[in-house]
């Protein structure tokens, strides 16, 4: 049997929108065993245990690309990841997937020929690229996948305050606009550069502003109620910057990495709001994908 393990993710980062991405500790584990025949996914609700599910189809096209005949496959699930929530739960099926089928037909796929792969599936690379390689990494797809890691300095924390209501990635790039004003465009570059220079040398007093976006969160912002008041809040107990996790509705809470109070405080605001939310605190995962 082989067994894989995937990061959680969240994307964009703030102003990174498609093309930041960091891996987190939380993880999806999978199991993959060959049979005689058919299909048999275990671990996951009903409705999903069918050939469309994505971890199936990701196998499938690695399959293909390897010319690679299997007879059935039992796929297990152990997930911790949040589906539908803005953590990368859809890139840990495809990298799972992808990296299992690998393995099944003999490792004969690189890193980057599996990362070319888990692209083209997601339509873009902000989540496959930090969980199959951990960290945080800046990606663009272009004719293959083009990126880079990006040396985070220690002393961070990552609150991800997780709502009980979902989002799917859909209906959130549905909300976006087809153009945006060139000013919005200047605005986001320089919070970019900013951002991966001040997580690199450690000013952490930039990240407020290095968060911010025009690009897509005040769009989103409207398809999660409690988004802006959340955020004030994160902001007034101390965090150093707030943004949405990927596509939503899981809002990021950056703080120092001793900073013990923040968790317990935001949880208590959010004790008080109609839907329930819950914190996750979490640190950068450096190893990404890897068989167990
Ligand atoms: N960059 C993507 C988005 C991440 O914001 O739509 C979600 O998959």
Known sequence: MIKVRVPATSANVGPGFDCLGLALNLYNTFSFEE???GLIIEGCESEFANEDNLIYTSMKECFKRLGYDIKGIKIGIEDNIPV???????????VGGIMGANEMAGGVLSKEEMLK???????????VVPALLGGMTVAIADKGVYYSRINVRKGLKFHTIIPEFKLSTETSRGALPKEIPYKDGVFNIGRISLLISALTNGEFDLLKVACEDRLHQNYRGKLIEGFHVIKEKCEELGSLG???SGAGPTIMAVTEAD??????????VLDGFNNRWWVKSLDIDFEGAKIL
């Open 242 to 244: 707030v943004f949405l």
């Open 35 to 37: 049979i005689e025949g």
């Open 259 to 268: 900073n013990e109070k923040f968790h317990l405080e935001i949880q208590k």
């Open 117 to 127: 792969l888990a692209t083209e599936k997601e339509g873009h690379p902000d989540n």
């Open 84 to 94: 539908s929530r803005g953590l990368g739960s859809s890139a840990s099926c495809i």
